[in-house]
């Protein structure tokens, strides 16, 4: 049954039902299991739920899957068959992220007392505007066109708002993000310069949020995708390339252990739904896996429920170094600590301090220059190894999910020019540098 309220209804696509999203057949309510025809919907009409999409996975040949994704393009559209795409993404106007390099950290591996071979960082600064971000805005701004939307929008907390600038500006599409008036200058200066608009709002990363579901419901919104309000289905599912990209590069194998950071949750959730279904259709072999998530401790929700043994995740005002990661309501929050129990892993969170030990660390081991979500994703590994909760014996990712450059002023104070001399030699040798 398609369920469609006026409030989130698109402009011309609401209701024909031609929209063609590939192997997605609709969605599903994550608590009721309610089904609902693909649109841009967001909430379950009976329990209030989120909803997530659900699939008519290619099962039953998965040797034929395997050596299609093989062959396929260098990013994320060679997993187009899993995704909720049309069959045709790969010729359409979009950034193509993805494929970004699975670095074996055997540096890093030796600080950490990790076994060789055993440790790597999945570096996905590599993608086009250097975050995880543009992976769940491609998928997002498929579902945009499918829904007929001629403007892409988000909240943001730095880097999807980049993301979406960019996507929206590559695909001829009108952009207006939102975020905190107090983000750090290389993430407003990566948003801005694609040339649509950014809107900083005087407020955290939840009065943002919530500014933007008044929004979605006001006819000055009407028309505008969201993508991680009424979108948020689709985009969630860019994530999960993220799981599909570590298997297949560790050979199609699951790693024993992974480290995500988590801001609403949803990479964290959707990582985990993705190597699900590697395993249902054949492509891993099912073995156990644990999920670990990382928080700032500055703004610590979930790793504080994990800690209390609560199901319940209670919101907190986030004050952290950290603010790509500062959203002190998380969505997922519910759902990540299930997955974390589930699979036997754990949430933990880092001071500030820690964040930037973990930056310097990661560049002085492997030359990766990570943004405080990279540090507070190491640092929480590092921990979790100190603590015996990571087995150095067993093959670990750590996901590194956005770009130093982007936030400098977080280890400017901490670092600099070992020296300042005059161009001659004697002064190279007063300095002691000779
Ligand atoms: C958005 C973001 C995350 C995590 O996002 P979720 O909301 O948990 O999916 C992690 N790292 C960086 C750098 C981000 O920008
Ligand atoms: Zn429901």
Redo the contacts with the bound molecule.
């Keep these: 049954m398609a369920v469609q309220t006026s409030a989130t209804a698109a402009p011309s696509a609401a209701g024909t039902g031609a929209v063609d999203l590939g192997p997605a057949s609709g969605l599903s309510c994550r608590e009721c299991g309610e089904r609902f025809a693909l649109g841009p919907i967001f909430a379950c009409e009976v329990c209030f739920g989120p909803l997530e999409v659900a699939y008519d996975l290619p099962t039953g040949d998965p040797e034929g899957l395997r050596k299609r994704i093989e062959n396929g393009p260098e990013n994320i559209w060679r997993y187009a068959p899993l995704l909720p795409v049309p069959a045709d993404v790969a010729s359409k106007p979009n950034l193509n992220p993805g494929w970004t390099k699975l670095v074996q950290a055997d540096n890093l591996a030796r600080e950490l007392g990790i076994e060789p071979g055993k440790l790597h960082v999945k570096d996905d600064s590599g993608n086009p505007t250097h975050?995880?971000?543009d992976r769940v805005v491609a998928q997002a701004l498929e579902a945009a066109r499918a829904f007929g939307y001629t403007t892409l929008s988000c909240s943001s907390?730095?880097?999807?708002a980049g993301a979406v600038g960019a996507a929206a500006a590559r695909a001829g599409f009108r952009s207006c993000v939102f975020i905190p008036s107090d983000l750090e200058q290389g993430k407003v200066v990566m948003a801005a310069v694609y040339g649509g608009e950014l809107v900083g709002i005087e407020g955290n990363y939840d009065d943002v949020n919530r500014f933007c579901s008044e929004l979605i419901g006001d006819p000055a919104g009407e028309g505008w995708g969201f993508v991680n309000v009424n979108l948020r289905p689709y985009y969630g599912e860019g994530?999960k390339t993220l799981a599909y990209e570590i298997c297949e590069q560790l050979g199609w194998r699951i790693p024993d252990q992974i480290v995500i950071?988590?801001?609403?949750?949803?990479?964290?959730t959707k990582i985990d739904k993705g190597i699900q279904e590697l395993i249902r259709l054949g492509l891993v072999e099912d073995r156990p896996y644990k999920i670990f998530g990382a928080q700032a401790e500055g703004c610590s929700p979930v790793s504080a429920a994990f800690k209390a043994g609560q199901d319940v995740v209670r919101p907190q005002k986030p004050d952290t170094i950290a603010k790509?990661?500062a959203?002190g309501n998380p969505a997922d929050g519910p759902y990540v600590l299930d997955i974390c129990r589930r699979t036997g892993g754990a949430v933990e969170d880092v001071t500030d301090a820690e964040i930037v030990d973990a930056i310097k660390l990661l560049a002085r081991t492997e030359g990766v220059f990570t943004?405080t979500?990279g540090g507070v994703t190491l640092g929480v590994a590092k921990k979790l190894v100190e603590a015996g909760a990571i087995d150095p014996s067993l093959t670990t990712v750590v996901v590194n999910?956005?770009d130093g450059l982007k936030t400098l002023d977080a280890v400017e104070p901490t670092t600099g020019m070992t020296a300042v001399i005059r161009p001659n030699l004697d002064s190279f040798r007063e300095a002691g540098l000779a």
Aim: aromatic share 4%; proline share 4%.
């Design positions: 975050s995880f971000k907390t730095g880097n999807l994530s950071p988590i801001a609403s949750g949803s990479q964290l790509s990661l959203i943004e979500a999910t956005g």
